[in-house]
């Protein structure tokens, strides 16, 4: 048994979120630190990572050190999102933030699985080698496109359609994943005579609930991932 932990050994991002979402969400995320981490670190001295010569005496290269610090991003965006989850209702730049934020730490457990599965040697400190990284992993899993469709149309098209739902507190839908592209014009949702009703509703859902299902099935993808292909 690891004479380390995240919660005793771990930064202080790390001790912080163990006990909120790392230990029952993302539980793969702390056995691939004990495994991968923690031998590249000075550990007990201090957290920080070895030089290049103390590394190659252990066996050990750039090339677990570029892994670890894709490691660690991904608990960086993760962190960002669970605080934003945090906040109900989102208002729109807020869930804009937080989907963005997901996909990019997607973007980064793809090139983290990538680079630790393939033969292919990946340049640890060329970004041009990660974008390859990134899009060979794609070309072999690519469920989690749906996120990166509907993070595209929040980036890149017209803004989202939304129904405001007026109670005690204003709060708006969205239309959900997957639906996004059946809204471009706007009318289909704000003209009366269209009514944002029946079959437009059901397509609607709150930002809070589409950030939660996104949230999960994130998670699932990273610890599945991360329990069959790295350790």
């Not at 989102?90 to 090139?111: N, S, T």
């Not at 060979?136 to 509907?150: A, I, P």
């Not at 949702?189 to 029946?198: F, H, L, M, Q, R």
Request: proline share 4%.
């Amino acid at each position: 048994m690891s004479l380390y932990n995240l919660k005793n050994n771990g930064d202080d991002t790390e001790k912080k979120y163990f006990d909120l979402f790392i230990k029952k969400e993302f539980p793969r995320y702390e056995e691939f630190w004990v495994k991968f981490i923690v031998p590249l670190t000075n550990r007990p001295i201090d957290i920080y990572f070895k030089s290049d010569s103390e590394l190659d005496m252990s066996g050990k290269s750039a090339n677990d050190v570029c892994m670890a610090q894709l490691h660690y991003t991904v608990l960086k965006h993760l962190v960002r999102v669970y605080d934003l989850m945090q906040i109900n209702p989102l208002m729109p730049d807020q869930f804009l933030e937080a989907i963005v934020r997901l996909c990019a730490g997607l973007d980064v457990a793809d090139e983290l699985l990538e680079r630790f599965t393939s033969e292919q040697k990946y340049d640890p400190w060329l970004e041009s080698e990660g974008q390859r990284a990134r899009k060979n992993w794609r070309g072999k899993n690519n469920r989690m496109q749906y996120l990166r469709n509907y993070r595209n149309r929040l980036l890149h098209g017209r803004i989202l359609p939304s129904i405001l739902i007026v109670g005690t507190y204003l709060r708006y839908r969205i239309p959900r994943f997957r639906e996004e592209n059946k809204y471009l014009d706007w009318r289909m949702v704000t003209n009366e005579s269209a009514g944002a009703e029946g079959d437009v509703r059901k397509d609607f859902d709150s930002p809070n609930n589409l950030l939660n299902q996104a949230w999960r099935d994130i998670l699932s993808y990273l610890e599945k991932n991360w329990k069959e292909y790295l350790l």
